[in-house]
């Protein structure tokens, strides 16, 4: 993701074709939504615990695709981007669902343990780090602007890149709470994807 960064850059100045960001960002995000959503309407084990963290998944990307999408003011995404992101939103969408309903296997007392509350909760916490710094960022801007401003307030006081760090903190609990290889391999993904993108803008 970090070069992929770097190469939307240089696409931006190539003129590549690009796509108006509210759009971008929504089609880029909705397959993680629709996928887990086509799986879990699909016939197969929905027990509680199951529909709760396949529930904390796709209530994650449907802020992404739906509210944040609507809210974005960032500049247009290149396509070549766009295409990528529906690539890998959709193989892990698919991979975490299909974990979840498929290859699972929970105990009768498992809702009770103290590591889905704590993860859950980390995921909560990550989420609403995340929501409330791109509420920071999107106030930097006016309509139309694309010029970067150091934001403040929130964990902004803390942590440079207080949006990478919700998601990541979000993920990391997901990753707690579900305690499976497909969710820890997606917690670690976004740390080396947004965390050197973290350190870049921090730069």
Not at 101 to 121: I, K, M, N, P
Not at 147 to 166: D, K, L, T
Not at 177 to 185: C, G, H, K, T
């Amino acid at each position: 993701m970090f070069s992929a960064h770097l190469k939307a850059k240089s696409v931006f100045s190539d003129g590549a074709r690009c796509c108006p960001a509210r759009l971008g960002w929504f089609l880029q995000e909705v397959p993680a939504l629709l996928v887990p959503l086509l799986l879990l309407l699909l016939p197969g084990e929905t027990g509680t615990g199951r529909r709760l963290l396949i529930g904390t998944f796709m209530l994650h990307y449907f802020h992404r695709s739906i509210i944040y999408a609507f809210l974005t003011r960032a500049r247009p995404i290149p396509l070549i981007i766009i295409v990528c992101a529906v690539i890998f939103c959709s193989l892990n969408g698919f991979l975490q669902g299909h974990f979840l309903l498929h290859c699972a296997r929970f105990e009768d007392t498992w809702l009770t343990r103290a590591r889905l509350t704590a993860g859950v909760a980390v995921f909560a916490l990550g989420m609403i780090v995340n929501i409330h710094s791109d509420s920071i960022l999107r106030g930097l801007r006016k309509p139309g602007e694309v010029v970067y401003r150091v934001p403040h307030g929130g964990m902004f006081e803390f942590v440079s890149g207080a949006n990478y760090f919700g998601e990541i903190v979000e993920w990391c609990g997901y990753a707690v709470a579900v305690w499976s290889l497909p969710a820890f391999a997606f917690a670690f993904f976004t740390i080396c994807s947004i965390g050197p993108r973290a350190c870049m803008h921090h730069r």
